[in-house]
């Protein structure tokens, strides 16, 4: 029996699973499986090196769909996003968009409609990439110009006082970064930084708490 999968991915504080949730929902989709990865970039981690991305290659059987909010959930690398894509519809799985109800047919047969799917997936997948870019040019411009002007704070950071100290008290008492992420309620990324930069991160804390 065939299964419908939403898979989401959450990169920053202001994304939330239950958003993309919602919007799903929103669309008319219903799910048997709900897998998420969270603090994760679509730019340099594959979907198949997070954790749950993982998941979907072993979850997923021909005939099965898979719920997206948008292609660049996969990634926006144009690359790894056509190959990943590719290679599900090879195994039959069907990929659905929640944004423009898009779909990819991993059970089309005909050349036509293959050469139709292909060329709606690799404009997509260059849209994704695109917008990257195009956002870490008007960050370069702003962050430039703030500079000019004195009031560049840097990237506001993801965690807060509590969440500071509760990280760095945790990481003296030498637990795993996982665990500290958990109980802390952050990405292990923002643990990652903290413990490579406890000073820094207190630095750039204080810099948005003053403005």
Known sequence: MSKTVLYARVSTTE???SHQRTQAEAAGFTFDDVLSDHGVSGVSVPLN???????????????DVLVVRWIDRLGRNYADVTETVRELLARGITIKTVINAMT???SAKDPMSKAVRD????FMAAMAEAQVETTREAQAAGIAAARERGTY????????????????????EGLAPAEIARRARVSRQTVYRIKEDPAGAGRALRAWEAA
């Open 49 to 63: 090196e997070r954790p749950e991305g993982r998941r979907l290659f072993d979850v997923l059987r021909a005939g």
């Open 119 to 122: 060329a709606q997936l690799s």
């Open 153 to 172: 704070r840097g990237r506001k950071p993801s965690f807060d006082r509590q969440q500071l100290q509760s990280v760095v008290g945790m990481l003296a």
């Open 15 to 17: 994304q939330t699973l």
């Open 104 to 106: 990819f047919d991993g």
